[in-house]
């Protein structure tokens, strides 16, 4: 608990100066009301990644002071990480970095953690078997594709204030919990360090939206996450594979939605941002009848009372996944069951007949 509580401290702290000192920032002021995925009617600091990075980096040191056989792992993931973080802090700062160099960037942290952490998809599990995977030319592009593929989904769904941050904490205490079940020490302590710096980041996210994550947060915590999930399962043998492919599923299968989605349903690039992402959806067809359309504070209300909807969902797969790290069949069928319930909740509420109990009320 030290490593995430110090996390925590440093950057509530940190976070709290962005937040003073946002007026420095300049271009790192987002003031685009009018975009597809825009919810505020402020102005607001999007550089809340740099205070999480920081925060990780501090807490690196003090564990590697603490525990010095950690050095070359904390010390190369922390390298890995901030290839990732660079492209979206950057973008955050200026605006000029495309979506593509981010991925790359992302793809190439993702070779760099293959090399020097060993960090590798190596083996896929089924119920009575598994499958190793023991040629490069095959590892290397599945990992590079998966580790990116989980920081780009964690920067989708980063849409309203506490979305991706709870949504992440969730999935990096899970990774903490197996962890410690199967004795490794590196995951646990790296995973609590990221969970905590996302909770001091997040008491001044949510509800108000004091600040935003930014690309660059949403980049480094989705990179973590991925590479730390990737370290876990490739190291422990006991750890079933498709664990990771359920806890990570709501932000991977929102991801492959929208893209099939904006390739052969509406036929434009799968590049191009829109405003029907589940939350979004939900956002629009179900909160906004509860509280009014226009006045900032309203809009602010309707901002922080969505992100508990996707809380409750993601721990559908969340919540299972922990209890049954091990067990792959039924790692399997709670895949199918989350899956059929996204598309059927999303279904619903595009025909605007959302199910009673995700309704509220509108209040007069």
């Known amino acids: 608990m030290f490593s995430f509580l110090l996390s925590f401290v ?49 807490s690196s040191f003090i564990s590697i002071w603490r525990v010095p056989a950690m050095t070359q792992l904390l010390m190369s993931l922390l390298a890995c990480s901030a290839v990732a973080f660079v492209g979206g802090i950057v973008e955050d700062y200026t605006g000029r970095v495309s979506a593509g160099r981010r991925l790359l960037l992302t793809m190439a942290a993702a070779a760099l953690g293959y090399f020097l952490l060993d960090a590798r998809v190596d083996r896929i599990d089924w119920m009575f078997t598994a499958w190793p995977l023991q040629y490069m030319w095959l590892t290397l592009p599945l990992t590079v594709l998966a580790v990116a593929g989980i920081a780009n989904a964690v920067n989708i769904i980063d849409g309203f204030n506490g979305l991706a941050s709870v949504v992440c904490i969730c999935m990096l205490l899970s990774l903490g919990y197996v962890a410690l079940q199967v004795n490794d020490m590196f995951v646990l302590i790296a995973a609590l360090m990221v969970a905590g710096a996302t909770a001091g980041f997040l008491i001044w996210n949510y509800p108000v939206g004091m600040i935003f994550l930014g690309d660059g947060g949403a980049y480094f915590i989705g990179f973590m996450l991925g590479e730390l999930t990737l370290l876990l399962v490739m190291r422990n043998p006991q750890v079933s594979t498709w664990y990771a492919a359920l806890l990570l599923i709501y932000p991977t299968f929102e991801t492959l ?24 959806l939900i956002f629009r067809r179900i909160v906004q009848w509860a509280v009014g359309r226009k006045e900032a504070r309203a809009l602010i209300r309707r901002n922080s009372m969505t992100s508990p909807y996707l809380w409750l969902f993601s721990l559908m797969a969340v919540i299972p996944a922990t209890v049954l790290w091990r067990y792959t069949w039924a790692l399997m069928v709670c895949c199918i069951l989350f899956i059929g319930s996204y598309i059927w909740i999303y279904v619903r509420i595009v025909r605007f007949k959302a199910p009673r109990w995700m309704i509220r009320h509108k209040k007069t």
């Open 10 to 58: 440093a950057s509530a702290l940190l976070t709290l100066l962005v937040i003073k000192e946002a007026r420095l920032h300049g271009p790192a002021l987002d003031s685009d009301f009018m975009g597809v995925q825009k919810v505020h009617a402020h102005h607001v600091a999007r550089i809340g990644g740099l205070s999480i990075f920081l925060s990780v980096a501090l």
């Open 257 to 280: 939605f929208s893209v099939y989605r904006r390739m052969f349903v509406r036929g434009k690039s799968p590049a191009m941002p829109d405003g029907i992402h589940l939350h979004s």
